[in-house]
Nanobody, 128 residues
Framework: QVQVVESGGGLVQTGGSLRLSCTASGLTFENYSMAWFRQAPGKEREGVAL???????DYADSVKGRFTISQDNAKNLLYLQMSSLKPEDTAMYYC??????????????????????WGQGTQVTVSS
């Protein structure tokens, strides 16, 4: 049984930093692309960052240069380092695993439909 669990969310001031963590059990981590999504109240779930099985990353334009996705395959851990946070980054953040196209073959946004396994989310709130 696959289990995905996020942690590290919290309340931070504008301009601050947070690091989210995600652990995934029940799957061979290195065989899956991993991604972070977020969803604010009343809005659709948005793909924020993805790292493929080659370790290549991709980001939504809204977070490029501020967020960094990384992983530790030996420990089945995924991270999202977030800096220069803005109030518009406030959302529930979700970790997801899926078998999707590698970054060099992708086009367009990171879609939730590409991912099979999801965590319950961790809340990030950025105060102004």
């Amino acid at each position: 049984q696959v289990q995905v669990v996020e942690s590290g969310g919290g309340l931070v001031q504008t301009g601050g930093s947070l690091r989210l963590s995600c652990t995934a059990s029940g799957l061979t981590f290195e065989n899956y692309s991993m991604a972070w999504f977020r969803q604010a109240p009343g809005k659709e779930r948005e793909g924020v960052a993805l790292i493929d099985t080659d370790g290549i990353s991709d980001y939504a334009d809204s977070v490029k240069g501020r967020f960094t996705i990384s992983q530790d395959n030996a420990k089945n851990l995924l991270y999202l380092q977030m800096s220069s946070l803005k109030p518009e980054d406030t959302a529930m953040y979700y970790c997801a695993a899926g078998r999707c196209l590698p970054v060099h073959e992708r086009g367009g946004s990171i879609s939730p439909a590409e991912f099979d396994y999801w965590g319950q989310g961790t809340q990030v709130t950025v105060s102004s």
